[in-house]
């Protein structure tokens, strides 16, 4: 699996080596890293991916968390990277090259049990749950001058579905298929939200799947300059794909989260949640969740970004339908959080 900021990511280390060289070269030796593999960088997880590598890390030396220090884990550098998404975060989690990253709920449950969209590939059965973070809605962005009101009118446009290895490429896909429209009826593409957002810019794409939190940047920005139609995904389509998956449910996007969206529309979502894998030390996982939930992080996520509110730990097992983490599961254990029925 290649990562999109591999540049940013050797910088980010050279200066952490750097400090720690500074501070001392015997430092060096107690720092552990973990990334945390999250999706574009125009979309929502690689924001919130570096809010929360910034509330777990705790370098050493760093001022201790009741003296107005990190309140990190002890020793940890953890730093967020752009990857191609839930589908390639898993595989990468799966095979050791990562040691975390975001998936959406339904990407995460077939692949530990190796069925759905995992079928006949084998099950990435170390993966493991560290939190459910919250809901990702699925949007379906269409210009204007397509017309494009509905699911059904998506025949004959053009269309992104999002790159292979993302999880909005398999909610896409399922989508379509509830609404009986097959990738020949359309003419699809297959691009990042913001490349696909430059072609409608162009004129040269009609509408394209995109999902995360909203707002997302990518669309805020087209929005901006360019009508757009959030299109509804609704009706008894809708209602088949909530009935047949477990992972899916109705969502709203509220009037004004983008520029001339004057009416709620009604979509699906799913949830966006931090894996990792079985391999990974109990005492780091423990030290990472309980970083997750303190006070210091909540103030991180409250101002850092719009979603981050929704990250409570009242939700934190909702909709997990993987194993937890055995540090993970020591934390909730502990803190008495259980899941929400």
């Given at each position: 699996?290649?990562f999109?900021?591999?540049?940013t990511l ?9 400090g720690?060289?500074?501070a001392?070269g015997s430092l ?8 945390i ?7 929502t997880y690689?924001p919130?991916?570096?809010l ?13 968390c ?8 002890p020793g940890?550098v953890a ?6 998404g839930?589908?390639a975060?898993?595989n ?7 040691e975390?990253?975001f ?8 692949a530990?049990?190796?069925?759905g969209v995992?079928?006949?590939k084998g099950?990435?059965?170390k993966l ?7 809901p990702?809605?699925i949007?379906l ?13 998506l025949?004959g446009k053009?269309?992104s579905?999002?790159?292979p290895?993302?999880?909005t490429?398999?909610d896409a ?6 609404y009986?429209?097959t990738e020949a ?9 913001n490349?696909?957002?430059d072609?409608?810019?162009?004129g040269?794409?009609?509408a394209?799947f995109?999902?995360g939190?909203?707002?997302?940047g990518?669309?805020?920005e087209?929005?901006s300059n360019?009508p757009?139609t959030i299109?509804p995904?609704a009706g008894a ?9 477990d992972?899916?449910a109705?969502?709203?996007i ?15 979502s799913v949830?966006?949640?931090?894996v990792t894998?079985?391999?990974?030390p109990?005492?780091?996982?423990y030290e990472?969740?309980k970083?997750?939930w303190n006070?210091n992080?909540?103030?991180f996520?409250?101002?850092g970004?719009a979603?981050g509110?929704?990250?409570?730990a009242?939700?934190?097992l909702?909709g997990?339908a ?11 254990d502990?803190a ?5 029925k």
């Amino acid at each position: 699996m290649r990562f999109s900021i591999k540049k940013t990511l050797i910088a980010a280390g050279a200066a952490v080596t750097l400090g720690a060289l500074a501070a001392g070269g015997s430092l060096a030796q107690d720092m552990k890293f973990f990334r945390i593999a999250t999706g574009g960088t125009a979309g929502t997880y690689f924001p919130i991916g570096g809010l929360l590598a910034n509330a777990i890390s705790n370098p050493p030396g760093s001022r201790a968390c009741d003296e107005g220090g990190s309140c990190g884990a002890p020793g940890l550098v953890a730093t967020a990277i752009a990857s191609n998404g839930s589908v390639a975060n898993v595989n990468a989690i799966g095979s050791g090259a990562i040691e975390s990253g975001f998936s959406q709920s339904d990407v995460a449950y077939w692949a530990q049990t190796g069925t759905g969209v995992f079928e006949g590939k084998g099950k990435v059965e170390k993966l493991r749950a560290i939190a459910n973070l919250y809901p990702e809605s699925i949007h379906l962005v269409a210009s204007k001058a397509s017309g494009i009101q509905s699911v059904a009118d998506l025949k004959g446009k053009r269309v992104s579905l999002d790159e292979p290895g993302s999880g909005t490429l398999v909610d896409a896909r399922l989508i379509l298929k509830a609404y009986g429209i097959t990738e020949a009826d359309i003419e699809p593409e297959y691009l990042k939200p913001n490349q696909a957002a430059d072609r409608m810019r162009d004129g040269a794409m009609d509408a394209f799947f995109f999902v995360g939190g909203f707002p997302a940047g990518a669309i805020v920005e087209l929005a901006s300059n360019n009508p757009i139609t959030i299109v509804p995904i609704a009706g008894a389509e809708a209602e088949k794909v909530t009935s047949d998956y477990d992972f899916f449910a109705t969502n709203t996007i509220p009037a004004g989260t983008y520029d001339g969206q004057d009416a709620d529309v009604t979509t699906l979502s799913v949830g966006a949640q931090w894996v990792t894998s079985a391999d990974q030390p109990e005492e780091l996982i423990y030290e990472i969740t309980k970083a997750l939930w303190n006070d210091n992080t909540r103030k991180f996520l409250d101002a850092g970004h719009a979603k981050g509110k929704e990250i409570t730990a009242e939700s934190a097992l909702s909709g997990v339908a993987i194993p937890l983490h055995p540090g993970a599961q020591k934390f909730y254990d502990e803190a008495g959080i259980k899941a929400s029925k």
